[in-house]
């Protein structure tokens, strides 16, 4: 696919604890819809199933948020009228998106929202749009819980989207 020509939305911001971390995946989820795909990336321990969890919980998903490590990836229906959650774990996934096409990750695409953890240079080749999450956290710092978050809006999806809602 062809990078689109529209320019990357971004907001950046400073989350404070694990429970603000979750309060930002809830209000995430609320700009989500099904078809999104949502790449998370972030040293060990940052936040990223920490925020997945919010999103699983603003979507109204079924099941436990969990990292799915082991078995790379969960799907967790809708318990309403929303989309189901794909959570992908690409952390022990070394190829691109070839060593991926066993989850069909294309095939849900259009009727989920789906979180790829460590999917950075595996999964951009699903679709042009994109939000991209960033998260920063001191390296080796385990005392301090202070994350900086950068989310990016890439695509003719996310051209017009209010990330400043991320901010509240």
């Not at 202070?146 to 901010?167: F, I, K, M, P, Q």
Request: net charge negative; no cysteine.
């Amino acid at each position: 696919m062809e990078e689109n020509a529209v320019s990357p939305r971004s907001v950046q911001l400073r989350v404070n604890s694990p429970e603000q971390m979750r309060e930002l995946g809830h209000r995430m989820a609320k700009l989500l819809r099904a078809g999104d795909l949502v790449m998370l990336s972030g040293e060990l321990g940052a936040g990223k199933t920490t925020l997945t969890r919010g999103l699983g919980a603003g979507l109204g998903v079924r099941g436990a948020v969990t990292s799915p490590t082991f078995v790379i990836a969960r799907v967790h229906p809708s318990l309403g009228e929303g989309p189901p959650l794909v959570h992908v774990d690409a952390y022990r996934l070394g190829g691109g998106l070839d060593e991926m096409e066993d989850l069909d990750l294309d095939v849900s695409l259009p009727a989920s929202v789906i979180v790829v953890e460590w999917g950075e240079g595996k999964v951009e080749e699903l679709t042009d749009d994109r939000l991209q999450v960033r998260i920063h956290r001191a390296v080796g710092d385990t005392t301090h819980e202070v994350r900086h978050v950068t989310v990016t809006g890439l695509g003719e999806r996310w051209a017009s989207a209010d990330l400043d809602v991320l901010s509240a």
